[in-house]
């Protein structure tokens, strides 16, 4: 069991949310406090065990992984300050982002862009490069003004533009690699309305005209459902409002029914039966009709995910997007897979964040899922094999095979990465397998 503070003995294994991985650390810690996290620091490195801070496991790498010291963020939680005034938010780290939605929708206040989930702790969500889709506004790691990050010698480092603003570059997507993040400043705005237009469309017609659909709306993303010629499109706008959220009937049929118990039931029939995924496929994607609604911000970019899956993600220059997303419908129509779950695209505007899938250049992110217990790793290789062919940079939370070799030549920051993780952890505090393979020793 874990402890509230200091060193707590387990034997209890950590999972996370597609069940992946499991590892058994020997101690986890619940710090209550940024002196308990410095503490709880100090203990492990007398006792020799390694670092690592778990969020709620939406990652499906083994980031998070270890078989030392596990940091629980749970009693890390909630806002420190808002400036009104500079428009800003100061939040402890393990605040899951569900809960930091709703406090700021009381205060008046909304986060600009977000992904389509929340159930992660923000500090989670950041360090492994969470994004939703948007033209101009970027992932969440984008929208922190300063964070507070406790290293592997027990230094709390506040770090922003202005203040040990090297670290500030990588620590905002910093892979639990550079230290454990106490606390988080996001940039925030008075809470506005958003529009969202859903609507199907031929994937024909949605790659002829993504440059355009891309252009005319401030978050635009799609669904490709594998084995068909359609899609799922959402555009997402700012609105004056009111209010007008689907109707409830509505709602739990797209969004419980269709989108989580039905789609559970198929990719479970799917999964038992593979050649009835085809067909199964051609009635989803017919299944979901057009709909327009307008609520506030999290209450449209995120939605719900029960039916659990493996997920690999990789950002492509948007430039190659549609060549891209082709090469893969191709390859999907020539093999013999059978594919049960839509593929998803999303933009992302380039930012200044040293390890950000979209440092430097314009982004497309192509997701691919399979349902959770179905082989995946024939469509995941050969989707790779297409992603890197055109210079993609993996999602870090999401399966993929890339090491150090690659990331050298795919970020060209890289090497300031990795000097500046030599300097915070030269004795590998934070240290695991997964950060071996991606950044080298």
Known sequence: MSTATGSGKSTAAWRNWAGNVTVRPAREVTPASVDELRDALRQAREDGLKVKPVGTGHSFTATAATSGLLIR?????????????????????????????????????????????????????????????????????????????????????????????????????????????????????????????????????????????????????FYWFPHTGNCNTKRNNRSVGPAAPPGRVNAFVEDEILSNGLFQVANTIGRAVPATVPGIAKISSKALSARTYTDIPYKVFTSPRRVRFMEMEYAVPRAALVETLRELKTMVERSNLRISFPVEVRTAPADDITLSTASGRESAYIAVHMYRGTPYQAYFTAAERIFTAHEGRPHWGKIHTRDAGYFARAYPRFAEFTALRDRLDPDRLFGNDYLRRVLGD
């Open 73 to 221: 963020p749970e009693l890390l939680t909630g806002i420190r300050r808002i400036d009104r005034e500079a428009g800003t938010v100061t939040v402890e780290a393990g605040t899951p982002l569900k809960r930091l939605n709703a406090a700021l929708a009381r205060e008046g206040l909304s986060l600009t862009n977000m992904g389509d989930i929340m159930e992660q702790t923000v500090s989670g969500a950041i360090s492994t490069g969470t994004h939703g889709t948007g033209r101009e506004s970027a992932s969440i790691s984008a929208q922190i003004v300063a964070l507070e990050l406790v290293t592997a010698d027990g230094t709390v480092l506040v770090c922003s533009e202005k203040e040990n603003p090297e670290v500030f570059a990588a620590a905002r997507v910093g892979l639990g690699a550079l230290g454990v993040i106490s606390a988080i400043t996001f940039a925030v705005e008075p809470v506005f309305f958003l529009t969202a237009r859903e609507e199907p469309m031929t994937f024909d017609k949605v790659t002829r005209e993504f440059d355009a659909l891309y252009a005319e709306n401030e978050h635009f993303e």
